[in-house]
């Protein structure tokens, strides 16, 4: 029971501290990227940073999850045999 509880600290400050590092991106995909062209060229000035910010959190959130899925998958199967 600690070991498991150890391990879900660790992943929730893992991915807190991933969600929250400040990193410098593009928009991901091409549909992001005509959006954010078609809004600059209509207002003038545009910040990206808040669409960018949305994809990396999106982004992030499936891989946790299937990570912590496979994790659980995995201990299950070698506690059996």
């Known amino acids: 029971m600690k ?3 150890t391990f879900s600290f ?5 991915s807190l501290l991933l969600s929250l590092a ?3 991106t593009q928009a991901q995909c091409s549909m992001c990227k005509t959006q954010v062209e078609s809004a600059r060229s209509d207002k003038g000035e545009y910040d ?3 669409l960018n910010s949305g994809i990396l959190y999106l982004m992030t959130v499936p891989y946790i999850l299937i990570g912590a899925v496979g994790y659980f ?8 045999k």
Do not use: Q
């Open 3 to 5: 070991k498991i509880v």
């Open 10 to 14: 660790f992943a929730l400050c893992l």
């Open 48 to 50: 990206t940073s808040g």
């Open 22 to 24: 400040p990193l410098a």
């Open 73 to 80: 998958w995995y201990r299950n199967t070698h506690a059996k």
